[in-house]
């Protein structure tokens, strides 16, 4: 079997292909933009700017069985993200659609597709959608061409992923931030950071992985959008607390300023996990403590 990985130098995509290795009968095929030493890259591809004709001659050249849409831009200019986010999944829907309509996408969503829930609400996957800002908006877009594209005859997945942490988190969320500036402060320093009363459902980025591998892998059908989530809504201020713990931190966190403008617009989040469970059989299996103690251990080996 022969699984294509977008964004696979990335954050979620490089756990993905990961997974997707230790799989007897599996071929990985590396593809994204960017190039990272080790990790091979059989498609440079950039989705935000390649043709349909371009992406159709590189998809039949490769003659994937399935591919795992793991590309996305989490921030930055508005207009590059939309082109990732929305354009990305539509002109890969199309391709895929005239170069391999028989294989299955496994495309990866947001929970920030969903926008603000009252608080104490679960997020099934009929829950109403409503974004805040370019990011979800842009998610959700990208979303709708995949399920729309599934209604009209691909194989097709949406695998809407909440908070993921863990090893690898980037600088850009929430968890990869605090752990840079942990580490800057020393164990005695002190932490300034935003608001942290924010909820949301965080969940291991290994866990991420494993969902993906068993859609990519699964037999038949799967519904239009599954969560992908802890089914736990955890307080901001207990990541960065157990977050200190792991890194030893003896120090301050001082909470100063209004924090982001998607944290106060969406102050709650929690998944309904239960679809996943029963179409793919997958549960989140590690804990937010696993997540903190595994991105603390790597963060410490990457040089200053």
Known sequence: MRILVLGSTGFLGGHVAGQ?????????????????????????VDLAAISVAGLVRALRALAPDAVVNCAGAVSGDPVRMAETNARGPAVLCEALREAAPGARLVHLGSAAEYGPTPAGQTLTESSPVSPQGTYGATKLAGSYAVTEAGASGLDTVVLRVFN?????????????????????????????????????????????????????????????????????????????????????????????????????????????????????????????????????????????
Request: glycine share 12%; hydrophobic share 40%.
């Open 164 to 304: 993921p942490v863990g090893p690898g988190a980037p600088a850009a969320s929430l968890s990869g931030r605090l752990a840079g500036e942990l580490r800057s402060a020393g164990p005695d320093g002190t932490v300034r950071v935003g608001d942290l009363s924010a909820y949301r459902d965080f969940v291991d980025v290994r866990d991420v992985a494993r969902a993906a591998v068993l859609a990519a892998t699964a037999p038949g059908p799967l519904p239009p959008v599954l969560n992908i989530g802890s089914g736990t809504a955890t307080c901001a201020r207990d990541l960065a607390q157990e977050l200190a713990r792991a890194a030893g931190f003896q120090g301050r966190i001082e909470e100063r300023g209004a924090g982001s403008q998607r944290s106060s617009a969406v102050s709650w989040q929690r998944a309904d996990v239960t679809a996943a469970a029963d179409a793919l059989g997958w549960r989140p299996e590690l804990t937010l403590a696993d997540s903190l103690t595994g991105l603390w251990a790597e963060h410490t080996r990457v040089p200053a």
């Open 20 to 44: 997707l290795r230790t799989l007897a009968g599996v071929r990985v095929l590396g593809g994204g933009r960017s190039v990272n030493p080790g990790l091979p890259v059989n498609l440079p």
